[in-house]
């Protein structure tokens, strides 16, 4: 396993070596070529208090290198277009490394009319909501569903952009982020609109997503973003849901908001709150039978508050490739747990409460070697 790893750094090394030498050269003899070829990295510290749960009040603290990006896009061949994202510091479910586990992006695209467009490979897949659209990198704290949703899989997506380009609506096909095998046979079916109003800009969908075979939890996400010139906010609702439930609309849901306001070309403010709740009857995995089908990301009888404040600063005027933030965030943990007395098999439902307090000062910078 280490040995793979080193392999892996040496791989992207090498790549990367590579990709700078000849993008100058190969951008000057063909219109075609590398636009981007970027590292980006964050590094943060981080404050941690806990009161309440089921473990004693504590605290704790440290430094933690959150992300290593390495990305390229670029076009050729007149029609195509490509872009491959590596996150170098990714672990998957089992906790140990993979290269293809930390490939966020590896797609290729074919324009093939001024309308239309086809995309294939590994994909963002496509949830709407302005939180879920951001490049992790750039998220400070987020929303219960957010910090435990599968975002990146397999698929192929077909694209129409209207002639202004302002809007594009797509469909999209992945295998299903609950598929934790390569052949599961199960699939996400997803319907994407990204609007461009000037101020106003939408990322909408609505998902079909199997759980498990032709058992779907349906995703109905709005995400709204408002731009003016000092001003910008976003407002994202998300009604997660079986077809046919009694609760289907608004019994599980997650609610966001944030709004940025920038002072001046080197120092931004931002406050940031969201809820995520799920009503449903919650679920015991010791005495009963989990129920058929439920919300995987945000569990029955879960209720998560979050709100705080906090700054962005930029020490070269104009330039964002050096970003220093800093924030604090209160959170509050509501959890419904379903006991089931062994002697007599009878249920009953004991609530959690649990706040936290997080204080986070971090360095996020970006260099682009290809003008």
Known sequence: MIFMK?????????????????????SQENKYGINTLRLEARADFDYFNYDGGENEPYSTSGFDGKYLNFEIKGEFLEKFSYRYRQRMNIANSLGSKTFYQGTDWLALTYNATKNFSITSGKLCIGIGGW???????????????????????????LNFTTNNKKHTISFQVTNSPFAYGKFENIYAYNLMWFGNMGFFRTSYSFNMIEQEKNQFINYIALGN???FERFNCYFDFMNRGFFGDENFLFGDFTVIGEIK????????????AGYDINKNTPISTEHMAIPERFDMYVLPGSEYTFSGLG???FPYKGNQDIRLHAFAMINSMNKKNMNVNPDNNTPS??????LG???????TWRVNFVK
Do not use: R
Request: proline fraction near 3%.
């Open 261 to 272: 306001y920038t002072l001046n070309e080197k120092f931004k403010i931002f406050a940031k």
């Open 225 to 227: 973003a408002f731009d």
């Open 357 to 363: 307090f997080q204080f986070n000062i971090g360095l």
């Open 311 to 313: 700054f962005e600063a």
């Open 349 to 354: 439902i004991e609530s959690e409460h649990e």
């Open 131 to 157: 939180e879920y659209d951001l490049p992790p990198i750039d998220v400070y704290y987020a929303s219960l569903f957010w910090d435990n949703v599968n975002c990146y899989d397999i698929g192929a997506q």
């Open 6 to 26: 080193k392999v892996n750094l040496l791989f992207v090394t090498a790549l990367f070596a590579f990709l700078m030498i000849t993008s100058d050269t190969y």
